[in-house]
């Protein structure tokens, strides 16, 4: 079974932090994505990388950044947090020649 | 620009009732057109579509494509409680392996 984890469920940080959210997968995937969910708007691309150290903006990369050091992990950073980045974040991943992503559990960020 | 819209975006029914779940999309480059299930965890996968008019079928769940029309749907029959959930489409787009959402399609299943 394909694993995709997620460091935290839940997260609260201040406006102005820098927050890093962490993802690792477990099947050797060389595609990995970021989104987040917001009521009304669906899932929105931020980021993904299709190999190490390879990244490549989504649909909303404002306001973020990655890193990709290893194939397993994939981190979303955020480098100074403000209010209208709460969401919920979904990190995924995918196998070479499949159209299916599989995702982590997410996590739901506050920041006030 | 590429879109994907669901509809409706909620819906309440009772349990037994048939639903059906609506996605049309305008996107360059098709690949594929995927329907997940999300309860208060991570999506999980139904369906990858990629030929038209080839109807899949999983238990009291089944879906269809139509490319020439642009739009794909979702039949949930005999609807129980534990079907209740958002369920997103999304569509494959090029060769990065992104996938294009829609705003998804609440359920909500009474007894």
């Known amino acids: 079974d394909v694993k995709v984890t997620q460091s935290s469920r839940y997260l609260v940080k201040r406006t102005g932090e820098k927050v890093f959210l962490e993802c690792v997968q477990d099947?050797?995937?060389?595609?990995m994505f970021w989104y987040r969910q917001d009521p009304g708007l669906g899932l929105r691309l931020i980021y993904f990388?299709?190999?190490?150290?390879?990244?490549e903006k989504g649909d909303i990369p404002e306001g973020y950044s990655v890193s990709r050091e290893k194939k397993e992990r994939f981190s979303l950073i955020l480098e100074s947090a403000s209010t209208n980045q709460t969401s919920m974040y979904l990190c995924?991943?995918?196998?070479?020649?499949?159209?299916?992503?599989?995702f982590g559990p997410g996590t739901r960020l506050t920041v006030t | 620009e590429d879109k994907v819209v669901q509809s409706p975006l909620s819906l309440v029914v009772h349990e037994g009732d048939t639903v059906t779940l609506n996605c049309s999309y305008e996107?360059?480059?098709?690949?594929?057109l995927l329907w997940y299930k999300q309860e208060k965890k991570a999506p999980t996968f139904l369906f990858m579509l990629?030929?038209?008019?080839i109807e899949k079928k999983s238990g009291r769940l089944s879906s269809i494509l139509d490319k020439k029309e642009l739009f794909s749907i979702l039949n949930i029959t005999a609807t129980q409680t534990g079907d209740s959930a958002i369920y997103l489409c999304a569509v494959g787009s090029g060769n990065t392996g992104k996938l294009i959402f829609g705003q998804g399609t609440t359920l909500q299943v009474k007894p």
């Open positions: 099947m050797d995937h060389e595609n």
């Open positions: 995924a991943s995918r196998p070479p020649g499949s159209g299916e992503q599989y």
């Open positions: 990388s299709y190999d190490v150290k390879m990244k």
């Open positions: 996107v360059t480059n098709f690949r594929s």
């Open positions: 990629t030929s038209s008019g």
